[in-house]
């Protein structure tokens, strides 16, 4: 058996904000700060006078003053229609369009889409899991249409849930023949001690029946950017895996963009106070060494070591999977490098728009 996890950051389209310019710490900072800031049910005048100062700071004032469009909220989206004064005629098939538009999403570039596919393919996983799909229509018609291109057969069961992300992004799970889904649970109404939804993302449990019967678990994760949020949810899912533990399960896989490198206290409740361990740190754990000379210090192929300071994906196992593993590796081929040190990449990838993702594809494979 065979399991990946991969952030795959869209299929066709992707939100304008991942289509983003590298932001300065401070400006990083202030997008939490005002984030936390407008999920406060009650603000004070100072709280206010605050998200003022920080609307200027990124810029949100630069706006227009003379009406231009119409913006509205429907199906929990925004929509935009231009402002016009004159009367116009209905949108229809034999008119030009004057209706809603949904902003937000752009293209993603047809080498983009293909990179994913390759990674996928490469690796060809049983059981994969998914962080940031946009719905289950596109992973559908990705399933149907791009992976056969690529000389393998789609998967038989393919899953998208919805989660708290603000920009509609899901999780989703995808199933050889075979593998079946047989429960699922989120987490998107689980609170923190001030009473803010827990997970800005989602923690989502898959129980999957394999072909000889097993019952393995899995626990699907994004965690915060912000610190203190990240530790508590790091908490909530430890708990969780102690728990099942504790019901008599032995096959679990907790999985995900973490956001943290392995050393951080964020993690320590998952890292260092469980039996969880990294796939990565299994003997047999491949992957490409990274070009140049600083390669030794920066190497994402250092993960063995526990020196990775760029790690934010993780694939982690219960001891019974783990001691099992007798393959595992990481693919980033199709994972653009923003500064050295380099490492390999698909042919076809000749900048970071036709990149697959930010994050790499880790996998594992038991006896």
């Given at each position: 058996m065979k399991i990946?996890?991969?952030?795959?950051?869209?299929?066709?389209?992707?939100?304008?904000?991942?289509?983003?310019?590298?932001?300065?710490?401070?400006?990083?900072?202030?997008?939490?700060?005002?984030?936390?800031?407008?999920?406060?049910?009650?603000?004070?005048?100072?709280?206010?006078?605050?998200?003022?100062?920080?609307?200027?700071?990124l810029g949100f004032d630069k706006t227009a003053d003379n009406p231009y469009a119409i913006l509205k909220r429907q199906g929990g989206e925004l929509h935009f229609k231009g402002r016009v004064t004159e009367n116009t005629t209905k949108a229809s098939f034999l008119t030009d369009w004057q209706g809603w538009l949904k902003l937000g999403n752009r293209p993603i570039h047809e080498k983009a889409v293909f990179s994913k596919g390759y990674m996928i393919a490469e690796t060809y996983p049983d059981i994969l899991i998914l962080q940031e799909v946009e719905d289950r229509a596109s992973l559908m018609e990705f399933n149907s249409e791009v992976l056969p291109l690529l000389k393998i057969t789609p998967y038989q069961e393919v899953m998208v849930f919805e989660t708290n992300d603000a920009r509609g992004l899901g999780m989703g799970i995808m199933l050889k023949a075979g593998y079946h889904l047989s429960g699922f649970k989120n987490h998107v109404h689980d609170l923190d001690d001030e009473g803010f939804a827990l997970f800005d993302v989602d923690c989502q449990e898959y129980s999957i029946v394999t072909p000889k019967g097993d019952a393995?678990?899995?626990?699907?994760?994004?965690?915060?950017?912000?610190?203190?949020?990240?530790?508590?949810?790091?908490?909530?899912?430890?708990?969780?895996?102690?728990?099942?533990?504790?019901?008599?399960?032995?096959?679990?896989?907790v999985c995900g963009t973490l956001n943290d490198v392995s050393y951080s206290h964020c993690l320590a409740p998952l890292l260092r106070e469980t039996n969880l361990v990294d796939v990565s740190k299994h003997k047999c754990f491949h992957t490409d060494s990274d070009n140049g000379s600083s390669g030794t210090y920066f190497s994402l192929g250092a993960y063995r070591m526990g020196v990775n300071i760029k790690q934010q994906d993780y694939l982690l196992l219960s001891p019974s999977l783990f001691?099992?593993?007798?393959?595992?590796?990481?693919?980033?081929?199709?994972?653009?490098?923003?500064?050295?040190?380099?490492?390999?990449?698909?042919?076809?990838?000749?900048?970071?728009?036709?990149?697959?993702?930010?994050?790499?594809?880790?996998?594992?494979?038991?006896?």
């Open positions: 990946a996890t991969f952030n795959i950051q869209n299929l066709f389209h992707r939100h304008w904000e991942l289509i983003k310019i590298n932001r300065t710490k401070n400006a990083t900072d202030w997008i939490s700060e005002l984030d936390t800031l407008l999920r406060k049910p009650l603000k004070n005048t100072a709280d206010n006078e605050r998200i003022n100062s920080l609307s200027f700071l393995i678990w899995v626990l699907n994760n994004q965690f915060s950017a912000e610190e203190n949020q990240r530790k508590k949810q790091a908490e909530k899912v430890a708990e969780r895996y102690l728990q099942l533990r504790e019901e008599g399960n032995n096959l679990i896989v001691e099992n593993i007798r393959k595992a590796g990481m693919n980033r081929q199709g994972t653009w490098p923003e500064r050295k040190p380099n490492w390999r990449l698909y042919p076809s990838i000749a900048s970071k728009h036709h990149a697959a993702s930010e994050h790499p594809l880790i996998w594992g494979e038991t006896t």
